[in-house]
């Protein structure tokens, strides 16, 4: 062994990355070239697909260099820790969802709205202040996803099920998924047990009136509303509709695994794009995540992936970041490249163009992310510094009450103590 810990590893990781990226697009400076890093997570194919829609954008734009740095989503947060200590961050970075508040706070983002080569011509008023954090244009979304049921078509078929009215609520759609687990030829489960989704969950809050987060960074939502997501999953775990842990090998079920056992799933739009490609024998459809008999109005919201250029970028670098990221955002080019795995474009142009000639499962994608855009929506806040394990601690939670270690009531407790501490000690 070499004795080099974690950290150095990802150093020397990141390191490796930048070369690669380097010789891909096309390596140097010669002739006063602008160079930007560009930093990135997923898996290989991700890294692939992007590599190539980069070395695209280099293509296009002579005289610029693109230096991708990629990790996987993990080790780019841990990455992005240590560059944050060191000043050293990439000049364009995508943003983890649990980190955005966090670097917002850090001071990472550089206002967008004051670059020209960023085109936001195609956005409303009131997308772009949709977008905004604290009243600025710091990050911008390049994709959007939204909460689903999604279920297996030829399942229901061969099964001989029909499944709930897509205005069917959470009791509804138990009490189908109790039934058909019960009896179906083909001894398979209504879905996976997953109650620590998070937009799945963050859909439950916003139907009853609360929000997973205050605009002034705090647990928006009480014991009472989380015990009772808990339950409705607890209910289905103790009728046999749902996969147990071991069935699916733990917490966070592995698609592959599982794919072949249960009827539909809880999930995000934007993953039917990759899923679907495991089971190509298949046909999957996507409804609206089921919505509470007496849910409150605004309750649909949009979750946007985001990126940022980074806040100490050289001020000869910023006119052509702007450049890759309206490359990113509103392109036709690299959607096409790129695929849809990181959600629905953006850019309502874009939108409209890649609906059009969409494949089956993009459309099916595109299809309920319309329908969240033209829906009412009450506003949505970003998780805040202090809470970037608060799902690996819902995790957990979920894994307790399975294993019939812990109640309903002593999770939701535990759950919410566990947050509103992190959130303390980090201001």
């Known amino acids: 062994m070499s004795g080099l810990d974690r950290r150095g590893f990802l150093k020397l990781a990141a390191a490796g990355a930048l070369g690669a990226g380097l010789s891909a697009c096309g390596a140097g400076s010669e002739g006063g070239a602008t160079s930007l890093r560009y930093a990135f997570w997923g898996n290989n194919v ?12 280099v293509a296009k734009n002579p005289g610029i260099q693109v230096e991708p740095e990629f990790a996987e989503y993990a080790a780019f947060q841990e990455r992005m820790t ?3 200590a060191a000043r050293d961050v990439a000049d364009i970075f995508w943003v983890a969802s649990p980190q955005v508040m966090t670097y917002h706070k850090n001071k990472l983002y550089r206002r967008l709205d004051d670059i020209p080569s960023l085109n936001l011509a195609d956005y409303s008023k009131e997308e772009l202040e949709s977008f905004k954090l604290g009243g600025q244009l710091n990050t911008m979304p390049f994709g959007i996803f939204v909460a689903v049921i999604r279920h297996n078509e030829t399942f229901a078929e061969q099964d001989g099920v029909e499944l709930p009215p897509k205005d069917a609520d959470w009791d509804a759609w138990a009490t189908f998924l109790i039934d058909y687990a019960k009896d179906n030829p083909n001894k398979r489960k209504g879905m996976p047990y997953e109650p620590d989704h998070d937009l799945s969950f963050e859909s439950w809050l916003r139907q009853h009136g609360e929000q997973l987060w205050t605009e002034d960074g705090r647990a928006g939502f009480t014991a009472d509303t989380l015990r009772a ?3 409705w999953w607890d209910k289905l775990y103790k009728a046999g509709a749902v996969t147990t842990l071991s069935e699916q090998e733990g917490m966070g079920p592995d698609w592959a695994l599982v794919g072949k056992k ?33 849910a409150q109005a605004g309750h649909p919201f949009l979750y946007f992936p985001r990126m940022a250029i980074y806040q100490g970028i050289d001020d000869d670098k910023v006119e052509t970041a702007g450049k890759l990221v309206s490359y990113n955002t509103g392109d036709p080019a690299m959607i096409k490249t790129v695929g849809m795995t990181m959600g629905a474009p953006v850019n309502p142009k874009v939108f409209q163009q890649s609906l059009q000639s969409a494949s089956g499962d993009e459309k099916e994608m595109l299809t309920v992310v319309q329908a969240g855009r033209e829906a009412e929506r009450r506003p949505r806040f970003e998780a805040p510094p202090g809470t970037s394990t608060w799902r690996t601690a819902m995790s957990k939670v979920g894994e307790e009450i399975a294993l019939g270690r812990l109640s309903t009531a002593d999770g939701a407790k535990r759950l919410l103590d566990e947050i509103q501490a992190g959130i303390s000690r980090a201001r």
């Open 46 to 57: 991700r890294q692939q697909n992007y590599t190539k829609a980069l070395k695209e954008f």
């Open 262 to 294: 249960v009827l539909a799933k809880v999930g995000n739009s934007n993953h039917l794009i990759d899923d679907a490609k495991m089971f190509p024998d298949y046909r999957f459809k996507l409804r609206s995540i089921p919505a509470a008999k007496d």
């Open 229 to 231: 997501w808990l339950d």
């Open 82 to 84: 240590t560059q944050m």
